[in-house]
C-alpha cells in the first residue's frame, strides 16, 4: 500500500483507483450512515474521492490514509446536508428536514469490521446474506433469484453466520461475555 501512497500523491491514475478500491465502500458507509438517502450517499462517495484527488499532494505520507478520507467523506457529508435543507428553487416539493444521527467512531468500526467480514465469505453465502440481511428478501425470494432450492438457501445462510459469527465475535459486548461465563476466556 505504501506504493500506493506515493502514487496517490504523486495524482498516479491506478495508485488513485487502488486506493477508491479499497476505501470505497467504508466511505459509502460512513456516507450511508450520515445523510440516510442512497443516492445522496453515491454523490458524497464522488465528493470525497474528487476532493482527496485534488488534495492528494498534501497528504502526509507518515499518516494513515483511512482517517483522512474519513474526515473529508464526513466534512462532505454536511455540507451535502446543509446543501439539501437550502430553500428550493421551485419545480418540486418542500424539502423536509429529517434528523441525522451519526454514528459514533466505535459504531462506524464496527459497521466496516462487518462489510470486512462479510466481504470474506465465500461467493454463493456472501450473495444469500445479500440479499436476505440487506436487501430484505426471504429464503423463497433469494432461492428464486438464485435458481437454488430453498434448503440450499437456508444451508448457505446458516454457514454465512456461522462464519461470521466466528468473525466477528470480538465485537461482542464485554458485558455480554461476563454476563455468560461459559464465553469468557480464561
Avoid: C
Avoid at 23 to 32: D, E, F, K, N, P
Avoid at 40 to 49: K, R
Avoid at 158 to 164: D, E, S
Amino acid at each position: 500500500m505504501h506504493d500506493d501512497l506515493a502514487g496517490f500523491r504523486a495524482g498516479d491514475p491506478e495508485a488513485i483507483r487502488a486506493v477508491y478500491r479499497q476505501h470505497a465502500g467504508a466511505v459509502h458507509t460512513i456516507a450511508r450512515a450520515m445523510v440516510g438517502d442512497p443516492e445522496l450517499a453515491a454523490d458524497v462517495v464522488q465528493q470525497t474521492f474528487v476532493k482527496a484527488w485534488r488534495a492528494a499532494a498534501t497528504f502526509d505520507e507518515g499518516r494513515a490514509l483511512a482517517p483522512w478520507l474519513y474526515a473529508i467523506a464526513r466534512r462532505t457529508a454536511i455540507d451535502a446536508l446543509r446543501s439539501e435543507r437550502r430553500p428550493t428553487q421551485g419545480g418540486h416539493g418542500p424539502e423536509v428536514d429529517a434528523a441525522v444521527t451519526t454514528l459514533s467512531f466505535d459504531r462506524t468500526w464496527e459497521v466496516l469490521e462487518v462489510r470486512a467480514a462479510v466481504e470474506r465469505l465465500p461467493e454463493a453465502e456472501r450473495e444469500v446474506v445479500r440479499l436476505s440481511s440487506l436487501l430484505g428478501f426471504t429464503h423463497v425470494e433469494v432461492a428464486e433469484r438464485l435458481g437454488v432450492p430453498v434448503g440450499t438457501v437456508k444451508s448457505r445462510s446458516a454457514r454465512a453466520h456461522r462464519r461470521l459469527a466466528a468473525m466477528l465475535g470480538h465485537l461482542e459486548e464485554p458485558a455480554n461475555r461476563l454476563a455468560d461465563p461459559e464465553r469468557t476466556e480464561g
